[in-house]
């Protein structure tokens, strides 16, 4: 269950689960906070994410902190990720978590672990590549009718001189053609030139 | 598409999976291996999934960070060499076209030009590579820099082991061997020099300046070798230490 918790007069939300490193530990949950983990930003910024019971796909999995947030309170996680070293400490998050799969490999080419993962209710991505928008239309035929998609889009690695504003936009057109496209909230003031594309199949 | 379970229960079957691929599509693959057989509940195939998964990722991250550790070394001491090589070749022509105003075999010229297209790519690969592999010590240090310090390590476990004042001294071995046989004073930095931090800090800071970098660089190479995930506060708390070296001085 998702709880929220009150740390320095802020409101956080918080999750039930073995303490990774040093996350702040309250009434037993741990703190989820929005500066380290865009997906906390995303729900203290009032983006509703059902992701208790849910089968989450996770894109950019990092080296696994957000993921284990997300296992705390998921049926099912599996965490694709492809740069070496945050992998490796992403295996190893994985060993805590008994319902977190993680996945060694390039969102780019979601056929490569098509055999392993399942039909999903949510499609969470938050990968710094180029081509932000494709990755997620490639990975949309494992969200179910009715998913929702939650696209972290990163301005910067797109083009470093675009307003993010228009960016968000084209990021939001492209994911048009397969979703339907809900919002797009800025992660501001926890993160500068970031936004969440929410989106339904 | 043939699902991994499939092919047996454990992490082979993962592997074997990943490489045969399959089309993405939504499906009830623990129903399935339930139907099937394979499995008596979805939680049986969660337990099994989830022991297959994270030693197959496992196997496949320790090879690719060993591979992407070795690229990185072997291409930083490929980029030293090629740099070697253009300056030696740029002084002979030099010396050549001093001579006899001119360099009349033609070769020469494009071989020169071969050397800094191949040095180009190669720092070219060291920049996209080294932040994969040590994120925090290239945010600190620059990809380049990163990879000579990993490679004069002997690898980034090797780094990460080290104290501080190793890495600040890393690459000069000649200057502390010296040193050491009680004929110099101990060097105050070894490759991190080339650092804007130490080079353009004044004479009389320097030593503070590489080792107040030296001490992060040795704690981002840990970060990189144990958690793995970027930390911009590193390089904030890095920039406020150098910026108060420097305003101690004059």
Redesign the interface.
Same mark, same amino acid.
């Given at each position: 269950m998702m709880r929220w918790v009150e740390v320095d007069g802020e409101r956080y939300p918080a999750t039930q689960g073995e303490q990774l490193?040093d996350e702040r530990v309250v009434d037993g949950a741990r703190v989820w906070h929005p500066r380290r983990s865009k997906a906390a930003a995303a729900l203290v910024k009032d983006v509703e994410m059902p992701l208790e019971d849910a089968r989450v796909l996770y894109l950019g999995g990092?080296?696994g #902190?957000t993921p284990s947030y997300v296992a705390d309170l998921a049926r099912?996680v599996y965490a694709v990720e492809f740069? *070496?070293? *945050?992998?490796?400490?992403?295996?190893e998050v994985?060993?805590t978590r008994?319902?977190?799969? +993680?996945? %060694?490999?390039d969102a780019r080419d979601?056929?490569?672990?098509? +055999?392993?993962?399942?039909?999903?209710d949510i499609l969470y991505q938050d990968v710094a590549t180029r081509g932000q928008a494709e990755v997620a239309v490639?990975?949309a035929? %494992?969200?179910? &009718?009715g998913g929702r998609a939650y696209v972290v889009v990163k301005a910067r690695s797109e083009d470093v001189t675009a307003e993010p504003a228009e960016k968000y936009e084209e990021v939001a057109d492209r994911l048009g053609d397969v979703f339907d496209v809900d919002r797009t909230v800025d992660l501001s003031p926890f993160y500068d030139d970031h936004a969440v594309v929410v989106a339904r199949r | 598409? #043939?699902?991994?379970f499939e092919r047996g229960t454990d992490a082979d079957a993962?592997e074997r999976?990943?490489d045969?691929?399959?089309? *993405?599509?939504?499906?009830?693959?623990?129903e399935q291996a339930v139907e099937e057989g394979v499995f008596g509940t979805r939680e049986e195939y969660?337990?099994a999934?989830?022991e297959a #998964?994270?030693e !197959?990722?496992?196997r496949?991250? &320790?090879d !690719?960070?060993d591979t !992407?550790e070795r690229d990185v070394i072997n291409a930083v001491r490929t980029l030293e060499s090629l740099n070697e090589q253009l300056n030696e070749v740029d002084e002979r022509v030099r010396d050549w076209r001093d001579e006899t105003g001119r360099v009349p075999v033609e070769d020469v010229v494009e071989a020169r030009e071969a050397l800094e297209e191949g040095r180009d790519e190669t720092r070219g690969f060291i920049e996209e590579r080294t932040p994969?592999?040590? *994120?925090n010590l290239s945010n600190l240090a620059g990809p380049v820099l990163a990879a000579r310090l990993v490679a004069l390590a002997g690898g980034l476990d090797e780094l990460a082991r080290m104290p501080s004042s190793t890495v600040q001294v890393l690459g000069a071995e000649d200057a502390l061997f010296r040193h050491l046989r009680g004929d110099a004073p101990p060097p105050k930095h070894g490759v991190i020099y080339v650092h804007p931090y130490v080079r353009e800090t004044s004479a009389d800071e320097r030593g503070s300046a590489a080792r107040a970098l030296a001490g992060k660089l040795t704690i981002a190479a840990r970060v990189?070798?144990? !958690?793995?995930?970027l930390r911009p506060e590193l390089a904030d708390e890095l920039d406020e230490k150098i910026e108060r070296i420097r305003g101690r001085d004059g």
């Open positions: 490193r990092g080296a #902190t099912a740069a *070496p070293s *945050p992998a490796k400490r992403m295996v994985a060993e008994d319902r977190l799969f +993680p996945i %060694f490999a979601p056929s490569e672990y098509a +055999p392993v993962v399942e039909e999903v490639k990975n035929p %494992f969200l179910r &009718d | 598409m #043939t699902p991994w993962v999976a990943f045969e691929g399959g089309e *993405p599509a939504a499906r009830d693959l623990p969660y337990d999934l989830h #998964t994270v !197959a990722a496992r496949r991250v &320790d !690719a960070v !992407a994969e592999l040590a *994120p990189d070798r144990y !958690a793995g995930d």
